[in-house]
């Protein structure tokens, strides 16, 4: 269990938020396109960031609670978690945005 821990709680993240896609049709999923120019600086930033950190070996990873470690050094479950995470974020703003049309963001 312990190597399926991670992966679980991202699977769980994209379980909870899958009806904003299909109940509120936010369409995140099926503009693919713009999905994948948002997730992409942040996979370069943070996954950049993570590399560099573990490379001065200021940040390491368990390895007998993760699946499989890639190159540099980091594990899959930690380049799904910059794929994940934003996909929720922007799947739960979308929502908002679908249910309060009018609504504005305050500090704009």
Known sequence: MAHWGYLLVLAACLIITLPLELGLRTR????????LLTLTPVMIMFGGWDLYA???????????RVLVVLPGRLPLEEWLFFVVIPICI????????????????PEA
């Open 28 to 35: 995140v999923y099926a503009r693919w396109q713009r999905l």
């Open 54 to 64: 573990v490379s001065r070996h200021q940040w390491s990873y368990d390895r007998a």
């Open 90 to 105: 922007i799947l739960s703003f979308e929502a908002v945005r679908r249910v309060r049309p009018n609504w504005r963001d």
